[in-house]
């Protein structure tokens, strides 16, 4: 029998979803089942039913919502800055052409530096007193003293501190993306726009954006989710502190999960989580990413 390419192409994937049932599927499975259960912190513990009161107690407490307020805010100033920066280097390496491999070189670095890494360069960056940001800002007269900002002490700026080594960190990823997606674009548009007299701005927004949207869907969704479950940079500097003006919902989870033991809490909230990432991501896509479409 002759075989088809929906055939071909679903034997293609058996590797891939045999890998993703065991390690993926599952234990996503167990994370639902057991939002369904109060269960012993340890290990072989009792577990009983109890139906949907794990997600009342953490509906009714007074931290599930500022973190995943804290987690919305963070994501979107995280995946905002990110995405003009990286857009805008990505423009300025594609006219510079061939010019610009060594820059593109360098400015993909940080992509080879572990995220605990990261996070504690920054601390000590940022650190009060006797930080080198401060230190710096200070001998250039904008600050009184080394203490004037509180970088990761301050509740009110804390959030943004936090999200600092993040931008560095994943700006060059979006970047080569962005800069691939670019360099994919069908060059007798683009020319066709240049010949009908089509400005700098207008190239940008009506013809080189709208060609883009697939590439800008996936990259947005991808750091979205990346940043919104971010927990070891925010972890390493603050530990959620200072007054819990950082704790995201990934850090509330672990908080939930090892220092107050209460796994089917910890399990409600991730299948909440997971849930509401799901919808945001497929909102996107279906907002941004339109092949062909018109606006």
């Known amino acids: ?55 009342v107690n953490i509906w009714s407490s007074g931290s599930f919502l500022p973190a995943t307020a804290r987690t919305l805010a963070y994501t979107t100033l995280v995946v905002t800055l990110e995405f003009l920066f990286g857009f805008a280097v990505a423009l300025l390496f594609s006219a510079l052409g ?12 940080p992509l080879m530096i ?13 650190i009060d007193n006797f930080g080198i940001v401060n230190e710096i800002l200070f001998r250039l007269g904008v600050l009184k003293d080394t203490a004037s900002i509180g970088w990761l002490s301050d ?18 990823f979006m970047a080569l993306v962005l800069y ?4 994919n674009l069908p060059g007798d548009v683009l020319e066709a726009a240049r010949i009908d007299g089509a400005g700098t701005w207008s190239m940008l927004t009506r013809v080189v954006v709208p060609l883009m949207r697939p590439v800008i ?14 927990f070891d940079i925010i972890q390493i500097q603050t530990g959620g502190g200072p007054q819990n003006a950082t704790q995201t919902l990934s850090l509330l989870i672990y908080r939930t999960m090892v220092r107050f033991g209460e796994p089917g809490q910890a399990s409600a909230m991730g299948t909440l989580f997971l849930l509401v990432m799901l919808a945001v991501a497929t909102l996107a896509v279906f907002m941004i990413w339109r092949p062909g479409g018109q606006r």
Do not use: C, H
């Open 155 to 172: 509740p009110k700026i804390a959030l943004f501190a936090v999200a600092i080594p993040d931008i560095w960190l994943t700006t060059a």
């Open 217 to 230: 869907a996936v990259v947005l969704v991808i750091r979205g989710v990346d940043a919104a479950k971010a």
């Open 114 to 126: 572990a995220p605990v890494v990261a996070g504690l360069l920054w601390r000590f960056l940022l």
């Open 1 to 55: 029998m002759r075989m088809t390419d929906r055939r071909f192409a679903a034997l293609l994937l058996l590797p891939a979803v045999a890998f993703l049932v065991p390690f993926v599927a599952w234990p996503i499975l167990r994370l639902v089942i057991n939002s369904f259960y109060k269960i012993s912190p340890i290990a072989g513990g009792p577990r009983s039913f109890i139906g949907f009161a794990n997600y």
């Open 180 to 183: 691939a997606g670019l360099q």
């Open 98 to 109: 061939r010019r610009s491999s060594v820059f593109r070189t360098i400015f993909m670095y």
